[in-house]
């Protein structure tokens, strides 16, 4: 089992000052902020009461690593503050949730600066080892993590590193899980080392992904050779089309998402959202022609509440494009599907 001691290294964890220095106090209002709690020194995980957990990944490198527009690393700090200053109240109480911090990525990100494709995808992989260590942490103490920025490579260690902790606390008898994806890619590319497009391929082939659901994949942009991997394993992964979806009509988004819950209940199932599938919003691949937020929203609650969901990861946003402005509407768009999220797991 993997400690909070031992990822230490690779975490910058947040003191409760730092969080009310992001929180908005207002008189006769009480902001989540005021009310989320955060892991004081000695503490552990598994005694606080927060069920779940909050953690960023502000990195690009395995976005760059496949050959994508960088910017995924400033997705974490506007969807913070957006989810803090939100109120609390009888929908949603901050107790419910603690802020742990972020995965330091910072050393990796100074050496990403100067790596070539080969130097980027080998760094994505010593990304990964911190996010998977970080997530098992979290896990083995009986949490779900709400894992907020990064492109989708860190699907690799959310996917592992549940698995494992899962394995580690007892809940599960092996190290694999499901895996919900509302994405325009199957991000299944070739293991051709570590990046942003192959995260679920690989998590898959080394036995940490068992059933795998794709919601809305994009026809122009999946590969003829990674539509016939997926159809070499019909048991295990399923997906259907955007086009099917809202341009012929062939099935409603409900009707598409609930396919995918049905076929990911049995074992505890991950939650992920590439926001490259949301029309609009500024990300490693932003789209003209995609789902709209309150759509993304009613997948994160639909799925939340119809699997045994063992974490959300919300990939790929990137507010701060270097050719764009700062979009700010990413944050609190961010911080709606978080707490969609608790609000359709709590309504189990």
Known sequence: MVSVLKIMKHLKQYSKEYITSLTR?????????????????????????????????????????????GGAHTAWQPALTNILNMQSNDFLKGDELLVLGHVNFDDLMKHSEQADTKGL????????????????????AGKIPVLIGGGHNN?????????????????SEAAKINVINSDAHTDFRAMEGRHSGN??????????????????LHENYNSQNVLE????????IKFSFFEDIFVREELSFKEAVRYATGFTKEGFCGIELDMDTVQNIPSSAKTS??????????????????????????AEAAPVLSHIKTDNKTGKLIAYLVTDFIKGFNSL
């Open 121 to 140: 995808r080998e760094l994505t992989a010593e990304a990964d080892e911190r996010v998977s260590e970080t997530v098992r942490a979290i896990v083995a």
């Open 25 to 69: 106090k207002r008189s006769g209002e009480t902001k989540l902020g005021e009310c989320v709690q955060t892991l004081s020194a000695g503490s552990a995980l598994k005694d606080s009461s927060a069920k779940f957990v909050l953690l960023g990944l502000p990195e690009d490198i395995g976005v760059r690593a496949n050959l994508g527009r």
């Open 289 to 314: 022609s995609g789902i709209s937020a309150n759509q993304a929203r009613q997948y994160v609650s639909w799925c939340a509440k119809n699997t045994r969901a063992a974490y959300l990861h919300i």
């Open 229 to 236: 991997e997926l159809r070499k394993h019909p048991k295990q």
């Open 199 to 216: 995260g679920f391929s690989y998590a898959f082939h080394e036995g940490f992904l068992d059933k795998y659901a794709v919601v809305g």
């Open 155 to 171: 699907s690799y260690g959310n996917i592992k590193g549940t698995a494992q902790g899962l394995l580690d606390c007892g809940k």
